[in-house]
């Protein structure tokens, strides 16, 4: 994609007028954001609660940026195709894959070891949005601790597994097969 | 003088050079895209992606006329008076309906495809390709298969642009590779039996403008744009390619042939290229070693190397100079000799210097295109030789050195070796024993190393800066890409340290010393420029870079491109 591509869309950031540039406007957003929050506490449905007896409720887990886990295609295998573009697209370079050949007849190339350094990962979603199997997803687990470095260190097994503990309750992004949108990508 | 016009531009080219049409763009700095030609091979124009408007101008009256109809650009002379167009409608319509033709069938599975980075079908389709994919056809042929040891075919991504067909027929000479089938059907193959296993096979990984044949080594190991590339050149035998290896962490994942005209063209053979188990192998020798009886104990590196200096300075005071030799291995870069060398003099002025064992297997081996691998493996064996002659009349080779092992001539060896195969035998390690001082300088475990009283490490090629002259007199410079296995220093540290120089070892500060100190490399003065410098004729051709870049793939690739668009505001 070239710079002058009809596709892209360049936007410039609006000019600020003269109480934005005092911060008068944004302050009384502010105080009003924060009086609204008192209001509502007060009713009772208040912004906080009371971690960790209570958990808190999420808007949309879908969404969600927690700890990653690798999907599984149909038959129970792990679909990432081992493309490391979400290794190339990370920015916190905590991704490790070791590709090989697959054992599979229908599939080319897959991860032999596949390891994400949680600790080390700031939760940005960009290997989501690289993956272009949607292989990789981030789930909505968020109390993510460890006794050690060691512990937080993911390997495919571990990824594998937080996919088994949240297909429950967070479905597949999309049905998209391990071989992509084209049909011999396996 | 010729003069060309290029979408409006005049350019002049030499009556001599003959160029064709793609060629003469490029001077002028416009990228005509092509799959099938390829400087190196004949042009079948078969692919259709090169496709433009040309015309011819009338000297006197300035007159343009313009042939109806597209023209290949790889099979048109660019002659004087030449017009070429192609930048308009027709011809980007062209380009476009090649390249929506090509992806048609194409399974576009770039994931998981080792050429993806620096695949001609991506790079041109950021520039000539449709948005949209209007057909998704399947495509016919047959998916994976093994063309000979190091050769993968994925059928399915083929192009036909019989490269790698004409690449056997014309450069290596094997003719294994044909195409099978007709039409839609048609895909690359061998003839049963008789796979692609010459020693050049590996070439055909590197032409192949798309992913269809893949080298099977590399395959899955790294993405391309991981790698770095670092210029060198092959240490395998004493052509010496112009090579790139590519690294990453650490860790040497490719070997690639580099353009050059005076030793490689385009090529590279399958030695070179998939032989360096031995850079990363496990019991590569990390730090100075010491015997006693049979136990080795390791030395911090400033001790050990000084007790090796004063072990060889007590060989040279009490048996005298001559008693004591250097052997100079023709895998050391002519600095190192240089400076092994000079040390060796600095011990004692009468010491004896000796060439290193020269690995001759087989016959020189010519292919169909002239390219050769030698039968001498080793890279440097003039340019040590040329060293030695500096500092001593004579020339001892390994047979002289045996000769005067044997009669007891010698007290003690400094030995250097780092040669990346076994290269010596029980039987040879024996003529060593009667030594009272052996010093073993190698990258591998030996019999010989078994022997020494003291082991230093070595460094392999892709770990070293350095220069290398080859069979011809070619002095080739080469950087290093990767750090000497754990514990090691490069040999040229090693040497310079024991001559008592302070600081950091620089390859080119000493080239230039030894250019000063010894005529044959006077030329070599000033550094060595990509193509090498002859030292024996003192001529050379010095190959052009165009405003697009190498000859080979004259377009910016995948690195570039993504910088490109970085840069713009
Ligand atoms: S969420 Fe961001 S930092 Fe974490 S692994 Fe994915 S790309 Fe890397
Ligand atoms: S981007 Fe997706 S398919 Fe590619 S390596 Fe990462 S998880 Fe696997
Ligand atoms: S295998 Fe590669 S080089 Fe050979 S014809 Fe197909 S695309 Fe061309
Ligand atoms: S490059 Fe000219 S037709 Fe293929």
């Known amino acids: 994609m070239k710079p002058d591509d009809k596709q892209i869309k360049w936007v410039k950031e609006p000019k600020l007028g003269l109480s934005g540039r005092m911060y008068l406007g944004p302050l009384l957003d502010g105080l009003a954001t924060t009086a609204r929050h008192m209001l509502s506490t007060a009713r009772g449905d208040g912004m906080t609660c009371q971690f960790p007896e209570e958990r808190p409720k999420f808007g949309n887990p879908l969404i969600y940026r927690g700890v990653h886990r690798l999907n599984k295609d149909e038959q129970g295998r792990v679909k990432c195709v081992a493309c490391f573009l979400c290794a190339t697209a990370c920015p916190a370079h905590c991704i490790d894959i070791i590709g090989t050949q697959s054992p599979w007849e229908d599939r080319e190339k897959y991860p032999q070891s596949f390891v994400i350094d949680e600790l080390r990962c700031i939760y940005c979603g960009m290997c989501e949005e690289a993956c272009p199997v949607d292989a990789i997803e981030l789930t909505a687990l968020f109390d993510l601790t460890g006794a050690s470095r060691e512990e937080m260190i993911f390997d495919k097994e571990k990824l594998l597994s937080v996919y088994d503990a949240t297909i429950e309750q967070e479905p597949m992004r999309s049905r998209q097969g391990a071989g992509g949108q084209g049909h011999s990508a396996s | ?318 048996s005298g100079g001559a008693k004591l030799a250097f052997v100079l291995s023709p895998y050391l870069t002519c600095e190192e000799a240089y400076l092994l060398a000079s040390y060796a003099r600095k011990t004692a002025p009468d010491t004896l210097l000796v060439l290193g064992k020269v690995p001759v297997v087989g016959q020189d081996e010519k292919f169909k295109s002239g390219f050769t691998v030698r039968a001498e493996r080793c890279p440097n064996r003039r340019g040590v030789e040329e060293v030695i002659r500096h500092f001593q009349a004579t020339i001892v080779d390994w047979a002289g050195l045996l000769t005067k092992l044997d009669a007891g001539e010698l007290a003690g060896v400094y030995l250097t070796a780092n040669y990346p195969d076994q290269w010596t035998d029980d039987a040879e390690a024996a003529k060593f024993e009667r030594l009272s001082l052996l010093v073993v300088h190698d990258i591998l475990p030996s019999a010989l190393a078994r022997k020494a009283h003291f082991i230093v490490p070595g460094a392999a090629s892709v770990e070293k800066d350095g220069s290398y002259v080859n069979h011809a007199g070619l002095i080739q410079t080469g950087e290093w890409g990767i750090r000497p296995a754990e514990g090691g220093h490069v040999d040229g540290q090693s040497f310079s340290d024991l001559l008592g120089r302070k600081g950091l070892y620089q390859a080119s500060g000493v080239l230039a010393e030894l250019a000063g100190a010894v005529p044959f490399f006077a030329r070599a003065a000033d550094g060595v420029p990509e193509a090498g410098l002859n030292l024996v004729t003192g001529e050379e051709k010095r190959p052009r870079t165009t405003a697009l870049g190498t000859v080979t793939h004259p377009l910016p690739t995948f690195r570039s491109i993504a910088s490109e668009m970085l840069e713009v505001e």
């Open chain 2, 1 to 318: 003088m010729a003069t060309i016009t290029v979408d409006g531009q005049d350019i002049q080219i030499g009556d001599a050079e003959r160029l064709n049409v793609i060629q003469a763009a490029d001077r002028a700095g416009v990228a005509i895209p092509f799959y099938c030609w390829h400087p190196g091979l004949s042009v079948v124009a078969s692919c259709r992606m090169c496709l433009v408007e040309t015309g011819t101008k009338n000297k006197d009256t300035g007159e343009i006329t313009m042939m109806p109809k597209l023209v290949p650009a790889c099979q048109t002379p660019a002659k004087d008076g030449t017009v070429v167009v192609t930048n308009s409608e027709k011809v980007r319509a062209n380009q476009n309906f090649v390249q929506e033709g090509i992806l048609l069938d194409h399974p576009v599975d770039c994931p998981i495809c080792d050429q993806a980075g620096e695949c001609w079908l991506q790079d041109y389709y950021f520039n000539h390709g449709h948005q949209e994919r209007r057909a998704d056809v399947r495509p016919f042929t047959s998916k994976r298969r093994e063309m000979g040891p190091h050769v993968t075919l994925f059928a399915d991504r083929c192009v036909m642009c019989s490269r790698c067909v004409r690449f056997t027929r014309e450069v290596s000479g094997g003719g294994e590779l044909q195409i099978i089938d007709r039409g839609s059907h048609a895909e690359i193959d061998i003839f049963p039996g008789y796979p692609l296993d010459d020693k050049m096979s590996g070439n055909t990984n590197d032409i192949c403008p798309v992913g269809a044949l893949c080298s099977t080594d590399f395959l899955y190991e790294q993405r391309v744009w991981f790698m770095e590339p670092h210029d060198s050149v092959c240490t395998r035998c004493s052509t010496g390619c112009s090579v790139q290896f590519h690294v990453n962490n650490d860790q040497l994942y490719r070997i690639q042939p580099r353009y050059n005209p005076n030793v490689n063209d385009w090529w590279m053979c399958d030695l070179g290229r998939y032989e360096n188990g031995h850079v990363r192998a496990p019991e590569r020798i990390g730090s100075i070693k010491q015997r006693a009886a049979d136990k080795f104990t390791d030395h911090l590196w400033p001790e050990g190397l000084k007790a090796i200096h004063e072990a060889l300075a007590g060989v040279a005071a009490k």
